[in-house]
C-alpha cells in the first residue's frame, strides 16, 4: 500500500515494486549523505511483514531455515533463507524476536508466497502465520548495516517528526550495493545459490542441524569455487544512464552474467551490483549495456565469501 510519508514535502515517488514509497525527497545525493553521518531514516513500508508466533516457532524455524533460530534472545535481529532441495535461495526475510512471535521483513510482494510455504510446513507444530498489514518497516542508519524499525502504520507520520530528516530509497540503495549487499529477486535469479552472494555467516549458519538445501551449501563451502561470484562495478561515468536491472554483463564478446541493482553514490560514482561466473578474471573490464565497468571483489571466487566491508 502506498506510504502516507510520500505526503511530505518534495517526495517523488519509486518505480516498480518500489513505488509505494519515495525514491526521494528532493536531493538523493544529500540524503545519501545524511545517512553516510548516521541521521535521517529511510521509509522501506512497502516491504511485507510476516509474524509467526507459537510455543514452538523458534525450533520449527530453526529446522526449516538456513539460520540458528534456537535460543534466539529477545530484541536481536537476524537474517534468514529457505533454500530449495537443490540449494537455490526461494525466500530471503530479516526479522527479531519479541519473546512471544518472531517478525519478519521481506521483498515487496513476496509476503504471500512465503507465508503460503510456511503454512504447507506447519504440520503438527504448535505455529500461527499471519501476513502483517498495520506494522511497517523504517530503516535508521548505524553499525554495520544499520537497524530496522517496526512501526505501526498509524504511528508513521509521528516517527517521521521524531526521526528525520527522511532520506529516499535511491540513497538507501546507493549505500545498500556500496556495501556488497544483495537484493533477493534482483540481485538474485532462480538458481542462486547462498555462496555466490555473499549470505553464508550473515543469512547462513554452518553450525546447525539440517535443512533443506544444506548439501549444497556445506559442499561448496567446503570445496570452495561457486559456480558464480556477486562483483561491485564501477560504471563508466561519462554515459548518464544506469543499466536496467537483467542487462547482460559480457566479457572478451560473450555473456558471463547480468546487472542487477544500480545507482549513484554519492562517493564512488555509478555503481551496480553484477552476479558474474566465477572464472572471469577479477581485474577484467567488462561491458554493460556497451559501457565498460572495472570489478571489485564482493564474494571471494575461490571460498565463496563475502569480503566487502559493510560499513
Not at 516498480?16 to 522501506?44: C, K, M
Not at 537497524?147 to 517521521?160: F, G, I, M, N, S
Not at 549505500?175 to 532462480?190: A, F, N, S
Request: proline share 7%; hydrophobic share 40%.
Amino acid at each position: 500500500m502506498q506510504s502516507p510519508l510520500l505526503a511530505l514535502p518534495g517526495a517523488v515517488a519509486g518505480d516498480g515494486i518500489d513505488a509505494p514509497v519515495a525514491a526521494h525527497y528532493g536531493s538523493f545525493n544529500t540524503e545519501q549523505r545524511s545517512l553516510a553521518r548516521g541521521d535521517g531514516f529511510v521509509d522501506l513500508s512497502h516491504r511485507d511483514v510476516v509474524r509467526i508466533s507459537g510455543p514452538e516457532r523458534l525450533s520449527w524455524l530453526h529446522n526449516l531455515t538456513t539460520q540458528y533460530f534456537d535460543g534466539l534472545a529477545p530484541g536481536t535481529w537476524t537474517q534468514a533463507l529457505v533454500l530449495s532441495p537443490q540449494g537455490h535461495v526461494e525466500h530471503a526475510f530479516t526479522g527479531v524476536d519479541d519473546g512471544e512471535a518472531f517478525t519478519a521483513h521481506t521483498e515487496p510482494g513476496a509476503g504471500a508466497a512465503l507465508v503460503e510455504w510456511l503454512e504447507r510446513m506447519k504440520f503438527m507444530t504448535r505455529v500461527e502465520i499471519s501476513l502483517l498489514d498495520d506494522l511497517a518497516v523504517m530503516w535508521r542508519p548505524g553499525e554495520g548495516i544499520g537497524r530496522y524499525d517496526l512501526v505501526p502504520r498509524d504511528r508513521l507520520e509521528a516517527y517521521a517528526d521524531a526521526a528525520g530528516p527522511a532520506c529516499g530509497l535511491w540513497a538507501f540503495e546507493a549505500l545498500r550495493i556500496g556495501r556488497g549487499e544483495p537484493r533477493l529477486g534482483i540481485d538474485t535469479d532462480h538458481r542462486t545459490i547462498p555462496n555466490e552472494v555473499g549470505w553464508i555467516g550473515a543469512a547462513v549458519h554452518l553450525d546447525k542441524g539440517c535443512y533443506r538445501g544444506q548439501e549444497t551449501v556445506a559442499r561448496v563451502h567446503t570445496l570452495g569455487r561457486p559456480p558464480r561470484r556477486l562483483v561491485l562495478l564501477h560504471l563508466d561515468g561519462s554515459e548518464n544512464r544506469l543499466p536496467a536491472a537483467g542487462s547482460p554483463v559480457s566479457y572478451d564478446g560473450r555473456d558471463v552474467g547480468f546487472v542487477g541493482s544500480s545507482a549513484r553514490h554519492h562517493e564512488l560514482g555509478p555503481i551496480a551490483l553484477a552476479l558474474v561466473k566465477r572464472n572471469v578474471p577479477v581485474d577484467a573490464t567488462l561491458t554493460v549495456d556497451e559501457m565498460p565497468a572495472a570489478q571489485e571483489v564482493v564474494v571471494d571466487p575461490e571460498v565463496g565469501l563475502h569480503v566487502r566491508p559493510l560499513r
